[in-house]
């Protein structure tokens, strides 16, 4: 069965950093493209990051320069890596895949979410 | 920067067709994805490239994408369709969401 998992959510204070991560099971991280995607509480969905399978990413402006998106295949694992962190990135961050139908060109395959809050 | 719009409700009665809008200069020219998310729980695709269902998607549920507009159509709705509506795109190689439309069953 093919799974998502993200961890590392919690309270952090403005201006901190924080990393999130996703496990992948059932499939290999790099075999297609993958995102990061956040949804403030009672807002819709903000696509934040992707990174392809051949090692490309690109970034939301909102978050260019602050957020990071990586991979570790050893681990099969999606990272977020998130500086600077401001209120308004309060949200719960969820990854999101192709995985299941072949050249979707959208996300077949979510993970559960992990509610980040910025806070002093 | 690229957009996708959305109405931000849409209500419907039990047994009707809902249709819900997403519009964007030539959307046409792009692939459209559909999310249905209810409250609590990760979003879900229900069409993806304009009018394909993935596995376990109800007939009911069906796309068309042509000219500056990409719709959903749920024919014969039922009170467990009332959620959220995404429609989601590309801008080259970033990804694009519209606003979300709350679909009402009542």
């Known amino acids: 069965e093919v799974q998502l998992l993200e961890t590392g959510g919690g309270l952090i204070q403005p201006g901190g950093s924080l990393r999130l991560s996703c496990a992948a099971s059932g499939f290999t991280v790099s075999s297609n493209y993958m995102s990061w995607v956040r949804q403030a509480p009672g807002k819709g969905l903000e696509w934040l990051a992707i990174i392809y399978s051949g090692g490309s990413s690109y970034y939301a402006d909102s978050v260019n320069g602050r957020f990071t998106i990586s991979r570790d295949s050893s681990r099969n694992t999606l990272y977020l890596q998130m500086n600077n962190l401001r209120a308004d990135d309060t949200a719960v961050y969820y990854c999101?895949?192709?995985?299941?139908?072949?050249?979707?060109?959208?996300?077949?395959?979510w993970g559960q979410g992990t509610l980040v809050s910025v806070s002093s | 920067s690229y957009e996708l719009t959305q109405p931000p409700s849409l209500s419907v009665s039990p047994g009707q067709t809902a249709i819900v809008t997403c519009s964007s200069d030539?959307?046409?020219?792009?692939?459209t994805s559909w999310y249905q998310q209810k409250p609590g729980q990760s979003p879900v695709l229900v069409i993806y490239?304009?009018?394909k269902r993935p596995s376990g998607i109800p007939e009911r549920f069906s796309g068309s994408n042509s000219g500056n507009t990409a719709t959903l159509t749920i024919s014969g709705t039922q009170p467990l369709d009332e959620a959220d509506y995404y429609c989601q795109s590309w801008d080259i190689s970033n990804v694009i969401f519209g606003g979300g439309t709350r679909l009402t069953v009542l």
């Open positions: 030539k959307l046409g020219n792009r692939y």
């Open positions: 490239k304009d009018n």
């Open positions: 999101a895949a192709n995985v299941v139908v072949v050249a979707a060109n959208g996300f077949d395959l």
